[in-house]
């Protein structure tokens, strides 16, 4: 009987639940996903409490994806190298932090898009946030040739470039010289918040220099085609969805608990059902 659970803030409108349940359905294993909803000022205090639950591990949202860490025993790799958790595991040593972010956008992307990964292709990435560090970091080490990050602040693109090691080169810019540089990319990454319910008339950029065929990807997922992707479909590019991502993160955690290996695949039109209800 697994016990599992999500903590963040506000986290009502979570789609984990559902997602996670349909894994324990599809593994045919036992267990609870409670939402563990934890209000600001009393963090440190009901982490404490989190650790008497007995837990055999939760998920992080925001905004506790780097303030969990001081109450975690040892970090994986990618969490390390990122400051940022999404996924625990009670284990013999204690807490164990995961973040499965960035591994589950860029599966995600080759489930759909497999022909993206090779030495010459090239991505763009928008936006410096958490999310972008997540992926940044998984897509340097997919195959592809390079990343490139823009950003309406260009400072924060530069320090992700330069905090995160990646084995190929990467240069940073502003949303509008990312504009003119549109046709130069195979892939085209919006990691920002613009365009989320209820700004859903907001696009970041104008897509208009993009070229046929170019894969266009947006981690928002409510709406689940946003404005972005929807200019992008009408200039002819292939799209690569926001909900395609939560799905494979979740995925990848619910195999760091159970050591199960679960699919995707079989859930995504279910899930698509599910998405358009809420
Ligand atoms: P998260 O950790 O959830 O990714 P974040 O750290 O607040 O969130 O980062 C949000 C990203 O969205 C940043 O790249 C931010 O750009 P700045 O670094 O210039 O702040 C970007 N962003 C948010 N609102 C934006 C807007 N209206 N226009 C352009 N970029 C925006």
Same mark, same amino acid.
């Given at each position: 009987?697994?016990?599992?659970?999500?903590?963040?803030?506000?986290?009502?409108?979570?789609?984990?639940?559902?997602?996670?349940?349909?894994?324990?359905?599809?593994?045919?294993?036992?267990?609870?996903? @409670? /939402?563990? $909803?934890?209000? !600001?000022?009393?963090?440190?205090? %009901?982490?404490?409490? =989190?650790? +008497?639950?007995?837990?055999?591990?939760?998920?992080?949202?925001?905004?506790?994806?780097?303030?969990?860490?001081?109450?975690?025993?040892?970090?994986?790799?990618?969490?390390?190298?990122?400051?940022?958790?999404?996924?625990?595991?009670?284990?013999?040593?204690?807490?164990?932090?995961?973040?499965?972010?960035?591994?589950?956008?860029?599966?995600?992307?080759?489930?759909?898009?497999?022909?993206?990964?090779?030495?010459?292709?090239?991505?763009?990435?928008?936006?410096?946030?958490?999310?972008?560090?997540?992926?940044?970091?998984?897509?340097?080490?997919?195959?592809?040739?390079?990343?490139?990050?823009?950003?309406?602040?260009?400072?924060?693109?530069? @320090? /992700?470039? $330069?905090?995160? !090691?990646?084995?190929?080169?990467? %240069?940073?810019?502003? =949303?509008? +010289?990312?504009?003119?540089?549109?046709?130069?990319?195979?892939?085209?990454?919006?990691?920002?918040?613009?365009?989320?319910?209820?700004?859903?008339?907001?696009?970041?950029?104008?897509?208009?220099?993009?070229?046929?065929?170019?894969?266009?990807?947006?981690?928002?997922?409510?709406?689940?085609?946003?404005?972005?992707?929807?200019?992008?479909?009408?200039?002819?590019?292939?799209?690569?969805?926001?909900?395609?991502?939560?799905?494979?993160?979740?995925?990848?955690?619910?195999?760091?608990?159970?050591?199960?290996?679960?699919?995707?695949?079989?859930?995504?039109?279910?899930?698509?059902?599910?998405?358009?209800?809420?």
């Amino acid at each position: 009987m697994y016990k599992l659970g999500l903590i963040g803030y506000p986290i009502g409108h979570s789609l984990s639940p559902w997602i996670h349940n349909q894994l324990m359905e599809q593994q045919g294993i036992e267990g609870s996903y @409670e /939402l563990l $909803e934890i209000q !600001p000022d009393v963090f440190d205090e %009901k982490m404490n409490f =989190l650790k +008497e639950k007995d837990l055999h591990g939760f998920n992080v949202t925001v905004p506790y994806k780097e303030k969990v860490i001081p109450h975690l025993d040892a970090l994986d790799e990618s969490a390390r190298q990122l400051g940022a958790v999404n996924t625990v595991k009670h284990t013999s040593k204690g807490w164990t932090g995961y973040n499965t972010d960035g591994t589950g956008f860029v599966h995600s992307l080759n489930n759909r898009y497999p022909d993206l990964f090779h030495d010459q292709s090239k991505a763009l990435l928008i936006g410096s946030g958490g999310a972008a560090r997540g992926i940044y970091a998984a897509l340097t080490r997919s195959g592809v040739d390079t990343v490139d990050v823009a950003n309406r602040t260009v400072k924060r693109a530069e @320090e /992700l470039i $330069e905090q995160i !090691p990646a084995s190929s080169s990467s %240069k940073s810019m502003t =949303l509008e +010289e990312a504009y003119e540089k549109l046709a130069d990319y195979d892939l085209i990454v919006q990691t920002t918040t613009v365009g989320m319910n209820p700004d859903n008339h907001k696009v970041i950029l104008s897509l208009d220099h993009l070229t046929k065929g170019t894969v266009v990807s947006d981690i928002v997922y409510r709406p689940m085609k946003t404005k972005f992707l929807i200019e992008a479909e009408n200039l002819g590019a292939r799209l690569h969805y926001g909900h395609e991502m939560l799905l494979q993160q979740a995925v990848y955690a619910f195999q760091i608990w159970t050591n199960t290996n679960p699919e995707a695949m079989p859930l995504l039109e279910k899930f698509e059902q599910k998405l358009k209800g809420v």
